[in-house]
């Protein structure tokens, strides 16, 4: 079956740090990436996707490569805002039981302090 | 655009008490909703699939006559916790793709703000 990994965390980083989160996935298609953010107390919003091999999703000055060959999809900023502070969610979704299925990975909590 | 509306937020009630929880699409037609379930420090596990006419497809271990769902229109579904007990305690998500979109849409779901329930 599908499964998506991710660095448990929680992540501290200073403000203007660079931030990178781990995403490996196992897919047995050819499936499209997302990562979510949770911020406290609210639901998951979608941050940026992608849905082939070496597309770059972007927003809000994160970004995040769909890299087939290492079936990977990390998670990157340049410079981190204590605003940042939430949970971010790894996903990938694909045909699986005659539905679009979306797989998550457990959450990485990131914590950015002024 | 693409708001799901989720309600309550909040419910603390006491065990065997049956609990509904609401999930709209404020701004678009939805046929397939998906209700999901997040355990502290766990990620989202998805519970069914819901279909607007049509009876929910249940995940594998996931009890349907525990958790009721009905998907009456394309704007609502419901999810009813019936005869609550703590372990039921959690927090439930909804999602919601857009009519039009199909089924192998590649395109995100929306998803709506939660529901923390905890049952003493």
């Known amino acids: 079956g599908n499964s998506v990994t991710q660095m448990e965390g929680p992540v501290t980083l200073s403000e203007e740090a660079f931030l990178t989160i781990n995403c490996t996935y196992t897919?047995?298609?050819?499936?499209?990436l997302f990562w979510y953010v949770q911020y406290p107390g609210e639901g998951l919003q979608l941050l940026l996707k992608?849905?082939?091999?070496?597309d770059k999703g972007s927003n809000k000055g994160f970004e995040a490569t769909y890299r087939k060959e290492t079936t990977s999809f990390h998670l990157e900023k340049g410079s981190v805002q204590v605003s940042d502070s939430a949970v971010y969610f790894c996903?990938?979704?694909?045909?699986?039981?005659?539905?679009?299925?979306?797989?998550f990975g457990i959450g990485t909590k990131l914590q950015v302090i002024p | 655009g693409a708001v799901v509306s989720q309600h309550p937020s909040r419910v603390i009630c006491k065990s065997g008490t049956s609990v509904k929880i609401e999930c709209r699409s404020l701004?678009?037609?939805?046929?397939?909703m998906f209700w999901y379930r997040q355990f502290p420090k766990q990620s989202l596990m998805l519970m069914a699939t819901?279909?607007?006419?049509?009876?929910?497809?249940?995940e594998q271990g996931v009890e349907k006559d525990k958790f009721l769902i009905n998907h009456a229109s394309l704007t609502l579904s419901t999810l009813t916790v019936t005869s609550a007990h703590p372990e039921d305690s959690s927090f439930y998500i909804c999602?919601?793709?857009?009519?039009?979109?199909?089924?192998?849409?590649?395109?995100?779901?929306?998803f709506g703000d939660g529901t923390r329930l905890s049952i003493l």
């Open positions: 996903a990938l979704s694909d045909r699986s039981g005659g539905y679009q299925k979306v797989t």
């Open positions: 701004d678009f037609q939805a046929t397939t």
């Open positions: 992608a849905t082939k091999a070496d």
């Open positions: 999602s919601a793709r857009p009519r039009g979109t199909g089924v192998y849409s590649n395109q995100p779901q929306h």
């Open positions: 897919a047995t298609g050819y499936p499209s």
């Open positions: 819901s279909n607007e006419g049509s009876k929910a497809t249940y």
